[in-house]
């Protein structure tokens, strides 16, 4: 098992910034991604940003690219997701979430553990 705990949400003017953390603990030595999603009021949830935990290697969704940054610390069991030039549309809980099995780090089915979720809202 692996527990997820996520931290940093809260509100921000358009154009502004936030960092978000994932704390990760229990049974961590097999995971091959870490990654964020969101979920908007009245849409699903979708594929953010996603980090290979054993190499480093980031992946994003397109709305993101340039404005967002992944980043892990696998010393700490942490994950990082900094948000540059927020937008209202970027407005959502943001979850992250752990995969301990192999195919693409886009995919949100194939992830195992998930955090509780933290809001981000971002005014216009």
């Known amino acids: 098992q692996v527990q997820l705990v996520e931290s940093g949400g809260g509100l921000v003017q358009a154009g502004g910034s936030l960092r978000l953390s994932c704390a990760a603990s229990g049974r961590t030595f097999s995971t091959y991604y870490m990654g964020w999603f969101r979920q908007a009021p009245g849409k699903e949830r979708e594929f953010v940003a996603a980090?290979?935990?054993?190499?480093?290697?980031?992946y994003y969704a397109d709305s993101v690219k340039g404005r967002f940054t992944i980043s892990r610390d696998s010393a700490k069991n942490t994950m990082y997701l900094q948000m540059n030039s927020l937008k209202p549309e970027d407005t959502a809980v943001y979850y992250c979430?752990?995969?301990?099995?192999?195919?693409?780090?886009?995919?949100?089915?194939?992830?195992?553990?998930w955090g509780q979720g933290t809001q981000v809202t971002v005014s216009s």
């Open positions: 979430a752990a995969k301990q099995r192999s195919g693409s780090p886009r995919l949100m089915d194939l992830y195992d553990y």
């Open positions: 980090v290979s935990w054993p190499t480093g290697i980031p």
